[in-house]
């Protein structure tokens, strides 16, 4: 639970408010809490938001039950956030698309991220990872590059869903690399690493967890990571820029939000909680057998975070690589 030196350092914010607010903290939570889940079960971003619940229902003791709100990248899940009561009942985990993207990506959004939500963590990050799948006309990123450039229109590279970082990704890759890549966006990972195991699409650009054990299985290959370092659970896969496509960077995250106005006691307790977990030997197994690293950085960082994140793709929207659905 967190302590009086713990909010002195975030600020001081929640001593400011006097008993109350630490009145607050402390008698929540009192029930059960929902913590919504923005894409289908087995995905990195559904993995996490379950590790996330277990750890708060653990140290803060009341069960934080996951609900899953998959479609439209997301969207449907921060619109149920955006409309849910500011009292700590309701929160979300996910990736960063329903959390930032989906403001320049979407036509139609029903919320703001940067208004309509309350930042409280980014969670753990990873670099997304390029696969192939047995059948794929190539195994590496200068093939892919090449077959399409013989092959004008002809490559499709699965994501799990318009905006996710595996889309930004590929965009990314076929605007350096002046190649035509399709965009096929799935209902999140797990269908989308069910099909690249099955043939049924050549290219998925994701989060790592669905493909690692079917790479070190050698039923489908690991092309790049989209990260500066290489992973460590799939030591041999080389970066994007290894490949020569010198300084590419591109890391994924997933972060905990809560509705706009959430009180900043509650918020810096789910903080904390999570921070302290992230330190622990357990927490580090726990992450690295998924294939992402921790963070817990602050509410303040996090909201930098999300401004970055939307910064970097509206120049993309802009010209035309990624289409708003």
Not at 61 to 89: H, I, M, T
Not at 262 to 287: F, G
Not at 289 to 309: H, Y
């Amino acid at each position: 639970m967190i302590n009086r030196r713990e909010l002195i350092a975030l600020g001081g914010g929640a001593l400011v408010v006097g008993a109350t607010g630490i009145g607050r903290a402390a008698e929540w939570p009192s029930k059960q809490v929902t913590l919504i889940s923005a894409y289908p079960p087995g995905g990195t971003s559904d993995v996490v938001a379950r590790l996330v619940a277990d750890v708060l229902t653990s140290k803060l003791g009341q069960q934080f039950v996951v609900e899953n709100v998959a479609g439209a990248a997301g969207a449907l899940a921060g619109s149920k956030l955006a409309r849910s009561a500011p009292d700590g009942y309701t929160i979300m985990v996910s990736g960063s698309a329903p959390i930032a993207a989906n403001k320049v990506v979407q036509k139609n959004l029903a919320y703001d991220p940067q208004v309509d939500f309350t930042p409280i963590t980014i969670v753990a990050e990873s670099p997304a990872l390029l696969s192939a799948s047995a059948n794929a006309p190539a195994k590496t990123l200068q093939e892919i590059i090449a077959y399409a450039k013989a092959n004008p229109g002809q490559v499709n590279i699965g994501n799990p869903g318009a905006g996710t970082k595996g889309h930004i990704c590929a965009a990314l890759i076929g605007q350096i690399a002046g190649v035509e890549i399709n965009h096929i966006p799935y209902k999140g990972s797990s269908p989308l690493a069910a099909d690249i195991l099955g043939g049924h699409i050549h290219f998925s650009l994701d989060a790592p967890t669905n493909y690692l054990q079917h790479i070190k299985d050698g039923k489908i290959a690991g092309v790049a990571v989209t990260s500066a370092k290489r992973l460590g659970e799939i030591p041999d896969v080389k970066t994007v820029a290894e490949q020569g496509l010198d300084g590419y960077d591109q890391t994924l995250w997933f972060g905990a939000v809560g509705p706009k106005g959430m009180p900043k006691d509650i918020v810096d307790t789910i903080y904390i909680t999570i921070k302290e977990w992230e330190a622990t030997p357990e927490a580090q197994q726990k992450l690295t057998a998924i294939g992402v690293s921790a963070v817990a950085n602050t509410p303040d960082e996090m909201a930098d975070a999300i401004t970055r994140e939307i910064d970097a793709i509206r120049p993309l929207v802009e010209a035309g690589l990624v289409q708003p659905s």
